[in-house]
């Protein structure tokens, strides 16, 4: 069966026309994430860890045990008084940290190299980064939670109690190499890890009480090691992330900010819209 000349170039005009909507709805910023994500500049980094964590804590005990301490010695008064950073084996702390990075990062598709391996790192001749966790912090403190509830026209009932929370802060120093980016850039993460609660209020209809009854699981040095790996694991994440929609914003023109930013799922391969930076600037 031979098609007509006239429906012949009706077929034409609309594959032209579906092709423009397609090149319509992929944004320049689109199109720039998936070009760095298939020519992956830098392509490699060097992983450079610290030797040991610092520890604060914001727990204070009874004012009386502080009053007359010398100032150099607050500090491990402080740190006496936590219930979890204290136990911390800092080596190992570091270790889950740079597993977690390191595996993530070659997960998303970097060469990752320790500095046991500076040798093969330099000969590479190509871009690359060095990407220097210059410190690591641990913060102990308590957080206090609350809950508030209504039954029928009864009073509002509230409560609220304290439990431990630690901050894992992560500064890193980028730098390039091999390539004009040469600029040591300082940036910053935190995540939180807490105490878990399981509770609520219960009512007791027959003698009209109202109690809140809870549960909690406190964190320790074990948790802290699991979290560590899972904040290496977010933190490539989040590079990724940084390099990529920097990547975007240098190759869009000087005066078209980009209006999307992106993030790669590196579980399902895939390019998504970014809703929270997970590094900051410093």
């Known amino acids: 069966m031979r098609l007509k000349p006239g429906l012949l170039r009706s077929l034409a005009k609309l594959s032209l026309i579906l092709a423009a909507l397609v090149l319509v709805s ?7 994430a998936k ?21 604060v804590s914001y727990k204070l005990p009874d004012s009386a045990v502080l009053a007359g301490v010398p100032d150099y010695l607050t500090d491990s ?44 790192f330099l000969a590479l001749g190509q871009k690359a980064l060095i990407i220097n966790i210059a ?19 009864e009073d509002l009932y509230s409560y609220e109690f304290f439990i431990t929370s630690v901050n894992l802060n992560f500064w890193f120093e980028m730098s390039g190499m091999n390539h004009n980016d040469s600029v040591m850039r300082v940036l910053f993460s935190q995540q939180i890890l807490s105490d878990r609660v399981d509770g609520g209020f219960r009512y007791f209809p027959f003698t009209g009480d109202v109690k809140y009854i809870y549960s909690v699981d406190s964190i ?22 940084y390099l990529l929609n920097r990547y975007i914003q240098n190759k869009l023109p000087a005066n078209h900010p980009a209006q999307k930013a992106y993030t790669y799922d590196r579980v399902s391969g895939t390019l998504k819209k970014l809703k929270v930076w997970g590094l900051t600037e410093m």
């Open 26 to 32: 992929c944004s320049p910023e689109r199109r720039l």
């Open 35 to 55: 070009q760095f994500m298939q020519n992956r500049e830098p392509a490699a980094i060097m992983l450079l860890a610290p030797d040991f964590v610092y520890k």
């Open 77 to 120: 008064l402080l740190l006496a008084n936590t219930d979890v950073i204290r136990f911390v084996d800092d080596s190992i702390y570091i270790s889950a940290f740079v597993s977690g990075f390191s595996s993530a990062l070659r997960q998303t598709g970097y060469k990752v190299f320790s500095p046991e391996q500076s040798g093969e």
């Open 135 to 153: 410190q690591a912090e641990l913060e102990e403190y308590f957080d206090s939670i609350g809950e508030k509830a209504q039954f029928g026209d």
């Open 220 to 241: 320790d040095a074990r948790d802290l090691y699991f979290a560590a790996t899972k904040a290496g694991e977010l933190n490539a994440t989040y590079l990724n992330d």
